[in-house]
T-cell receptor, first 115, second 116 residues
Framework: DGGITQSPKYLFRKEGQNVTLSCEQN?????MYWYRQDPGQGLRLIYY???????QKGDIAEGYSVSREKKESFPLTVTSAQKNPTAFYLC??????????????FGPGTRLTVL | DAKTTQPTSMDCAEGRAANLPCNHS???????VYWYRQIHSQGPQYIIH???NNETNEMASLIITEDRKSSTLILPHATLRDTAVYYC?????????????????FGTGTRLTIIP
């Protein structure tokens, strides 16, 4: 089955610890994205990547880091510099080429709680 | 900032058509309107998108006004499983490196509740 997976679904960490969230896709998509969602709010873009070995900051990149060493994978690290890391994190991917049809496919999300 | 305005919440009776409005009065000529929905604690799901013509697929219909300043998403026969938050989004193209990657700015959406 083609799709986008995130693991784990729930994650707990102590304050001050870095944590890495996994995102994998087998859709052969060039573009991948990380969003953050807080309760009752919409999604906010953290980072995006258009191709392998390239990534760009989104609207709220401070305290986060990413890598894109493989087309299939776009892990997000939540560092201790992120002041309020508890949130629902969503990864997405899209074809990424100039097209009138460029739907973003979302993973199931990871709910991170920092204690 | 979000470029769309939607009602905070709506109810619809099961089996009836659900009509979700969206205002996007500042939309530019090459921007698309996308609709996604998010069922509680899941990732958003793509529904439909359009530029200026009305669109229909197996999930919904999208009606865009002639001046493109507003649109309506129609779920023709709402079921209980359609209860979700519906997001109307104007696609902004990030044209660096000549790749057509979109920044989807999600507002707070419309919480649609289907009533049995």
């Amino acid at each position: 089955d083609g799709g986008i997976t995130q693991s784990p679904k729930y994650l707990f960490r102590k304050e001050g610890q870095n944590v890495t969230l996994s995102c994998e896709q087998n859709l052969n998509h060039d573009a991948m994205y990380w969003y953050r969602q807080d309760p009752g709010q919409g999604l906010r873009l953290i980072y995006y990547s258009q191709i392998v070995n390239d990534f760009q900051k989104g609207d709220i990149a401070e305290g986060y880091s990413v890598s894109r060493e493989k087309k299939e994978s776009f892990p997000l690290t939540v560092t201790s510099a992120q002041k309020n890391p508890t949130a629902f994190y969503l990864c997405a991917s899209s074809i990424g080429r100039l097209s009138s049809y460029n739907e973003q496919f979302f993973g199931p999300g990871t709910r991170l709680t920092v204690l | 900032d979000a470029k769309t305005t939607q009602p905070t919440s709506m109810d619809c009776a099961e089996g009836r058509a659900a009509n979700l409005p969206c205002n996007h009065s500042t939309i530019s000529g090459n921007e698309y309107v996308y609709w996604y929905r998010q069922i509680h604690s899941q990732g958003p799901q793509y529904i439909i998108h359009g530029l200026k013509n009305n669109e229909t697929n197996e999930m919904a219909s999208l009606i865009i006004t002639e001046d493109r300043k507003s649109s309506t998403l129609i779920l023709p026969h709402a079921t209980l499983r359609d209860t979700a938050v519906y997001y109307c989004i104007v696609r902004e193209t990030m044209s660096t490196l000549n790749f057509g990657n979109e920044k989807l700015t999600f507002g707070t959406g419309t919480r649609l509740t289907i009533i049995p």
